[in-house]
């Protein structure tokens, strides 16, 4: 029985009852008519009031239309907020299935990061064993383009006019002198990179010389300076492994610290650099470095032991964490989240030299200590 039964008028009944009222419905030839105020005869049903007439739900609200799904929305959520519809398409007085639970994501798409990381360690590997020289090209590449970065990043969110070609050269200069003439041979190429800065920015007008010498005296040292440190542990003997060592414990801190806090970290270390960072990391790139460097100093680096290796992991640890939030103020005060694009996942060259640079001379200092320059 449809809504149309529910007291529809029919000509000709002769109905005069009060206005609005529906007349009685008008019974079969041979049926008797039914009294008044009376019970239903049969199974004919006496309405007390109108049956509501409920439209159809429109396409993509909450319950079933005609080619959606039951119980979602446009959008795909479960039901829609304050329509007084659960997430099934039944009344709010009935629970829905329970909401989702957020689950973790890391910042970074991880398939492109893990991909780049491998051919960039495939790279290191065959230069480094293959033929060892060919790693002081890799080096020099990563330091001008390090610079080409921070230099770029420097001019479109300051205006820093850092001269570029001085410090490519010097850079280059820097690296190539540590390899070949040690630590005298770096400081005699940082001096000259210097006076380099303050010859070509003397050619400019003298508005902003200061800020824009002192950012090319920090650019030198950063990045160039501190890449020679690298060299200088390959020029020993078994600089090959020296340099494998310093690599592997700064990627295996990096890669402790995210473990851990990801999964563990609630305690922030510095809010106000990084907030992604947390105390727990930090406890697990300390560990995942020590318990590295002792078998790294044990069975990899001869005339070492696993008790250098402990403290070689833990200076690495410490000194990786203190370069990254080191970066990190940098990009804060450029208002940039990366320095660069060019490794996918990754974001640039400078985004993966930030934890390297200034563990370079810690670790090249420790293996001095521990076992001689080679």
Same mark, same amino acid.
Request: hydrophobic letters at 45%; a neutral charge.
């Given at each position: 029985?449809?809504?149309?039964?529910?007291?529809?008028?029919?000509?000709?009944?002769?109905?005069?009852?009060?206005?609005?009222?529906?007349?009685?419905?008008?019974?079969?030839?041979?049926?008797?008519?039914?009294?008044?105020?009376?019970?239903? /005869?049969?199974?004919?049903?006496?309405?007390? /009031?109108?049956?509501?007439?409920?439209?159809?739900?429109?396409?993509?609200?909450?319950?079933?239309?005609?080619?959606?799904?039951?119980?979602?929305?446009?959008?795909?959520?479960?039901?829609?907020?304050?329509?007084? /519809?659960?997430?099934?398409?039944?009344?709010?007085?009935?629970?829905?299935?329970?909401?989702?639970?957020?689950?973790?994501?890391?910042?970074?798409?991880?398939?492109?990061?893990?991909?780049?990381?491998?051919?960039?360690?495939?790279?290191?590997?065959?230069?480094?064993?293959?033929?060892?020289?060919?790693?002081?090209?890799?080096?020099?590449?990563?330091?001008?383009?390090?610079?080409?970065?921070?230099?770029?990043?420097?001019?479109?969110?300051?205006?820093?006019?850092?001269?570029?070609?001085?410090?490519?050269?010097?850079?280059?200069?820097?690296? %190539?002198?540590?390899?070949?003439?040690?630590?005298?041979?770096?400081?005699?190429?940082?001096?000259?990179?210097?006076?380099?800065?303050? %010859?070509?920015?003397?050619?400019?007008?003298?508005?902003?010389?200061?800020?824009?010498?002192?950012?090319?005296?920090?650019?030198?040292?950063?990045?160039?300076?501190?890449?020679?440190?690298?060299?200088?542990?390959?020029?020993?003997?078994?600089?090959?492994? /020296?340099?494998? #060592?310093?690599?592997?414990? #700064?990627?295996?801190?990096?890669?402790?610290?995210?473990?851990?806090?990801?999964?563990?970290?609630?305690?922030?270390?510095?809010?106000?650099?990084?907030?992604?960072?947390?105390?727990?990391?930090?406890?697990?790139?300390?560990?995942?470095?020590?318990?590295?460097?002792?078998?790294?100093?044990?069975?990899?680096?001869?005339?070492? #032991?696993?008790?250098?290796?402990?403290?070689?992991?833990?200076?690495?640890?410490?000194?990786?964490?203190?370069?990254?939030?080191?970066?990190?103020?940098?990009?804060?005060?450029?208002?940039?989240?990366?320095?660069?694009?060019?490794?996918?996942?990754?974001?640039?060259?400078?985004?993966?030299?930030?934890?390297?640079?200034?563990?370079?001379?810690?670790?090249?200092?420790?293996?001095?200590?521990?076992?001689?320059?080679?």
């Amino acid at each position: 029985m449809n809504d149309s039964s529910w007291g529809a008028p029919s000509p000709g009944t002769g109905f005069s009852g009060p206005p609005g009222q529906a007349p009685a419905p008008v019974p079969p030839s041979g049926a008797p008519a039914p009294v008044p105020g009376g019970p239903a /005869r049969g199974d004919d049903p006496v309405p007390t /009031r109108p049956v509501p007439v409920v439209p159809a739900p429109p396409t993509g609200a909450s319950g079933t239309d005609g080619g959606g799904e039951p119980g979602r929305s446009e959008n795909g959520g479960e039901g829609s907020v304050g329509d007084g /519809r659960g997430g099934d398409g039944h009344d709010a007085g009935h629970a829905g299935p329970e909401p989702k639970k957020v689950r973790k994501r890391a910042g970074r798409d991880l398939r492109a990061a893990i991909g780049v990381g491998l051919g960039l360690g495939a790279v290191i590997i065959a230069s480094l064993f293959v033929f060892k020289h060919l790693f002081v090209g890799v080096v020099v590449l990563a330091v001008v383009v390090g610079l080409w970065e921070l230099t770029s990043r420097l001019s479109e969110r300051k205006g820093i006019r850092v001269p570029l070609p001085v410090l490519a050269v010097g850079g280059a200069a820097m690296v %190539l002198g540590g390899y070949v003439w040690g630590v005298r041979g770096a400081w005699i190429a940082m001096a000259v990179t210097l006076l380099g800065v303050l %010859l070509q920015r003397m050619a400019q007008a003298p508005q902003d010389y200061l800020r824009d010498v002192s950012a090319g005296v920090f650019a030198a040292f950063y990045v160039p300076f501190l890449a020679t440190f690298v060299a200088l542990m390959l020029a020993a003997e078994d600089g090959a492994w /020296r340099v494998l #060592t310093f690599l592997l414990l #700064t990627v295996v801190s990096d890669t402790g610290a995210y473990a851990v806090g990801w999964r563990f970290g609630t305690r922030k270390l510095a809010p106000s650099i990084s907030p992604g960072k947390t105390r727990e990391g930090l406890f697990g790139a300390v560990s995942f470095a020590m318990v590295a460097g002792a078998l790294c100093l044990e069975f990899a680096i001869e005339g070492g #032991t696993w008790w250098e290796g402990l403290i070689l992991g833990f200076a690495v640890a410490v000194s990786a964490t203190l370069g990254d939030l080191g970066e990190s103020m940098i990009k804060r005060d450029l208002g940039i989240k990366d320095m660069g694009t060019l490794l996918p996942g990754h974001g640039g060259i400078m985004d993966r030299l930030d934890s390297l640079l200034p563990t370079a001379p810690i670790a090249w200092l420790l293996f001095v200590l521990f076992t001689g320059t080679g």
